[in-house]
């Protein structure tokens, strides 16, 4: 049984009588029904966002007039671009010299694209990229993306679009530098020393006179004597070490023997202990009686003794003034002297000048420190007097040729000084399987 009236009267197709509110009051705000003025405003809303109402528009901005475009169909396009690239691709007969094969590169990391452009080539383009940054940035004018102002009046078809367009003048040199990084056209600076050579020295030095397969002997004589020199100071320096370790090992009395060691080892036990802990404390009690005498300097000081030190401080002020006010006067009677004496400067600081001038220019025919090893020079080659032969076929052959020219780019800073270090021999460990070895009876 239903005893709910409304359902009642939904089930048998009753209307429910509508209340009467009286309106003269607040309350019967919340329940006054304004849909349809809700959905009059929505529907005024929609027209002003489409750009007005369609009946009051004329036929010509509501519909357009199909006509044939004198543009090419897709097909012709496609046509087009097909002959473009085919132009652009190799000949067929240097197309079949090239590599066919469907292998994989290895190294899938490696750039095979086409290589970028020397920079002196980009230099071409600067002229075209400084007139695009002088333009600006500009808006597409496609319709699908024109920009309008839609505060202003009239129809979003019948408004102008607005070119954005920025004066280059107006951007500060950082801004126009980051629009052309952004933008892939700034060409890099080039650094000015990329041609200045390390090295001043030659690729290929001249060689010596006397390195000649029939010198004269005036010029071997003078090679002879250069490679002399040089061994000379090697074994000087042999000598020289030889000698530090002689004087060394002579001053044994002082190196440590075992009864030596036993004696150190031993100090601190047994009864030098006791004596050891009354001397600390009296030296303790001596350190804590300088401390209490040590404390009169902190003491403050009184108003008498602060105002003497106050005096005799003023006093040394003024007597420091009084000297240096006679010392500017007596300066201006030896303005000659000063004269000379500013000269002396400038010449000594010219001749500094010229000195590192000198060490700086010298400095590029030497080598340079560019690793942990120090530039050793080759050897002198030489042939002794009994080797000459003054035949060029019984010439005998002194030095190696990759030697000289590893050593020609050590010298000239090109590669490192480098050390030679041959690899270690791997001690493999021999053993003897059990079913190789031979059963003894």
């Keep these: 049984m239903v005893n709910d009236p409304g359902k009642m009267m939904k089930k048998t197709g009753i209307s429910k009588p509508k209340k009467r509110i009286v309106k003269h009051s607040k309350k019967a705000w919340r329940v006054t029904d304004i849909k349809d003025v809700e959905y009059y405003l929505e529907d005024q809303r929609l027209v002003e966002r489409l750009g007005g109402s369609f009946e009051e528009k004329a036929d010509q901005e509501l519909f357009i007039v199909d006509t044939p475009s004198e543009e090419s169909t897709p097909q012709e396009k496609h046509n087009e671009k097909k002959k473009k690239k085919r132009g652009t691709s190799p000949l067929r007969c240097f197309k079949i010299l090239e590599p066919l094969t469907a292998v994989q590169d290895p ?14 080539l980009r230099k071409k383009n600067l002229a075209g990229h400084k007139s695009k940054l002088a333009r600006g940035p500009q808006i597409s004018s496609n319709d699908d993306r024109k920009a309008y102002d839609i505060w202003s009046d009239g129809t979003p078809l019948e408004r102008q ?86 004087d060394m090992i002579k001053n044994v009395a002082g190196l440590p023997t075992e009864e030596n060691w036993m004696a150190e080892m031993c100090q601190g036990l047994g009864d030098e202990d006791d004596n050891d802990a009354d001397s600390g404390i009296a030296e303790e009690d001596k350190d804590l009686k300088l401390d209490r005498g040590s404390r009169d300097h902190m003491k403050a000081k009184t108003r008498k003794q602060r105002r003497k030190a106050k005096l005799i401080k003023m006093e040394k002020n003024k007597l420091k003034e009084a000297k ?26 010219k001749e500094a000048a010229e000195r590192r001038a000198k060490r700086k220019e010298m400095k590029a025919y030497q080598p340079l420190f560019l690793g942990p090893h120090k530039f050793e020079p080759q050897p002198i080659e030489i042939n002794l007097s009994k080797e000459i032969s003054g035949s060029l076929r019984r010439v005998r052959a002194e030095g190696d040729l990759i030697t000289d020219r590893f050593k020609s780019l050590q010298k000239r800073n090109i590669m490192e000084p480098r050390k030679l270090r041959m690899p270690k021999k791997v001690k493999v460990k021999k053993y003897e399987r059990n079913s190789h070895k031979m059963s003894h009876p």
């Design 324 to 349: 240096e006010k006679v010392q500017k006067e007596q300066n201006i009677f030896r303005v000659k002297s000063i004269g000379k004496e500013i000269a002396a400067e400038e010449k000594r600081h």
């Design 107 to 120: 190294i899938s990391k490696r750039n095979t694209g086409k290589p970028s452009l020397p920079r002196y």
């Design 161 to 246: 679009p607005q070119v954005v367009k920025i004066n280059s003048a107006d951007l500060f040199p950082q801004v126009k530098r980051h629009l052309l990084e952004s933008t892939c056209d700034r060409v890099m600076d080039r650094p000015r020393h990329r041609l200045d050579k390390v090295s001043k020295l030659p690729a290929v030095e001249v060689p010596d006179p006397g390195q000649s397969y029939n010198p004269t002997f005036a010029d071997h004589q003078n090679l002879m004597l250069k490679a002399h020199l040089i061994e000379a100071e090697k074994e000087e320096a042999k000598a020289k070490i030889n000698r530090k370790v002689e």
